[in-house]
């Protein structure tokens, strides 16, 4: 199943939405630009390696991506469901809490695989955290979603919670497939980050205050 676009509207223009796409954009082409030496050096530097952990790269890693379907697919799920949760937060701390969310999957992935010299990239953890609010928030709303089936491609408009709730667990049981595979392995998915951004989500959204506008809003929740 492939998210086209919610039907949630927003009250607010997604600043800092557009924001962070631009800049994962940005220094996606700065990566492309470099050699493969000088790319191969910035990712081990800036990536997340668990076996020597530097708490910057927990930050750093988040705006790095290791291809261009690896960046136009994480962009395209950040701009379906993060403009909602920015929306339901306010900008700042929609910020703080995108940032908290791929910390916490890097973390999850770091205590998984401490002894892993791979380093890992890409917003996918932070995008989870967001989806995972967007599922606390807005259960209700729909999501048109482009279905394949065997020769045939479909469309249908589907409850977000049986879209994302479908999606956390392929998570789940790719990475638990996935576990003894990586131990032999030298890359792949990183589930389990997504795993544990999706949970801190979901955790964050209702710790955090949300705008008075979304408190009132009772039809949306659970």
């Not at 589907?158 to 789940?172: E, G, H, K, R, T």
Request: glycine letters at 10%; a positive charge.
């Amino acid at each position: 199943m492939i998210p086209l676009r919610d039907t949630q509207r927003s009250s607010s223009a997604p600043v800092i939405t557009t924001l962070l796409i631009a800049v994962n954009v940005a220094v996606f082409f700065y990566e492309i630009s470099l050699d493969a030496f000088s790319r191969n050096h910035l990712i081990a530097a800036f990536g997340v390696i668990p076996d020597r952990l530097d708490p910057t790269t927990l930050l750093t890693s988040m705006f790095l991506h290791g291809g261009w379907f690896h960046l136009i697919g994480n962009m395209w799920f950040l701009w379906i469901f993060g403009d909602n949760v920015e929306d339901t937060l306010g900008h700042g701390r929609y910020l703080l809490f995108y940032l908290l969310c791929g910390v916490a999957a890097a973390l999850t992935h770091v205590l998984l695989n401490p002894y892993s010299r791979i380093p890992t990239i890409g917003a996918s953890g932070a995008i989870a955290g967001v989806m995972g609010a967007y599922l606390v928030k807005f259960p209700h709303a729909r999501i048109l979603t482009l279905i394949p089936i065997f020769i045939f491609i479909t469309m249908y408009e589907l409850p977000a919670s049986l879209v994302l709730v479908y999606w956390f667990i392929l998570q789940l049981f790719s990475g638990v497939g996935s576990v003894a595979y990586s131990q032999l392995s030298g890359g792949g998915v990183a589930w389990f980050a997504h795993i544990g951004g999706f949970i801190t989500g979901m955790l964050l959204i209702k710790i955090f205050r949300t705008r008075g506008l979304y408190q009132r809003r009772r039809d949306l929740h659970w």
